[in-house]
């Protein structure tokens, strides 16, 4: 089906994904992801898993960081 990604804005990064919010599941790459000029400067730490056709999910993969540009 394709990847899930969560986002959290801001440091600490997420000690699970639960500190997280939803973003999108991405049926292929690049994702491109918008935020608020607000959040320029932030860091935004990424978690993702592949989501399966029938539903499920895989693990976690390692956590991602990068700043939003703006």
Same mark, same amino acid.
């Given at each position: ?11 600490? +990064?997420?000690?699970?994904?639960? =500190?997280?919010?939803?973003? /999108? ?6 994702? #491109? +992801?918008?935020?608020?000029?607000? =959040?320029?400067?932030?860091? /935004? ?6 989501? #399966? ?18």
């Amino acid at each position: 089906m394709g990847v899930e990604i969560w986002v959290k804005i801001g440091d600490p +990064a997420p000690g699970n994904e639960k =500190d997280c919010v939803f973003l /999108a599941v991405a049926p292929s790459s690049p994702y #491109l +992801a918008s935020y608020e000029p607000a =959040d320029a400067g932030k860091i /935004a730490h990424y978690m993702l898993r592949w989501r #399966l056709l029938d539903g499920s999910t895989n693990t976690w993969g390692e956590t991602v960081s990068a700043t939003i540009t703006g």
